[in-house]
């Protein structure tokens, strides 16, 4: 069992940057990969960012690639993302996700969420 919570959202300006953070409790939080997913009012959740269980290997949403980096930090049990050059249409609610073992881009193949975190991007 995995228990996620997000935090680091907020209001920031467009070309401005946030740093989300996911912490996750358990003592086998490196068995898990973890994603970053984020759904817009009126939208459907949409793949953001993922991360293998050692982080060694990382996975992109085009939207974001070269914007956006996930990170983590097995020891603090939290993984991270970083979000540079912020545009409007990066606004919506954030999630962290995390499955066993595999990254997937597929909201289905993850267990366990966080509640989310609200970044709005003005213009």
């Known amino acids: 069992q995995v228990q996620l919570v997000e935090s680091g959202g907020g209001l920031v300006q467009a070309g401005g940057s946030l740093r989300l953070s996911c912490a996750a409790s358990?003592?086998?939080?490196?068995?898990?990969?973890v994603a970053w997913f984020r759904q817009a009012p009126g939208k459907e959740r949409e793949f953001v960012a993922a991360?293998?269980?050692?982080?060694?290997?990382?996975s992109y949403a085009d939207s974001v690639k070269g914007r956006f980096t996930i990170s983590r930090d097995n020891a603090k049990n939290t993984v991270y993302l970083q979000m540079n050059s912020l545009k409007p249409e990066d606004t919506a609610v954030y999630y962290c996700?995390?499955?066993?073992?595999?990254?997937?881009?597929?909201?289905?193949?993850?267990?366990?969420w966080g509640q989310g975190t609200q970044v709005t991007v003005s213009s």
């Open positions: 996700a995390a499955r066993p073992y595999y990254i997937s881009s597929g909201s289905a193949n993850y267990n366990y």
């Open positions: 358990g003592r086998t939080f490196s068995s898990y990969a």
């Open positions: 991360i293998s269980r050692s982080g060694g290997s990382t």
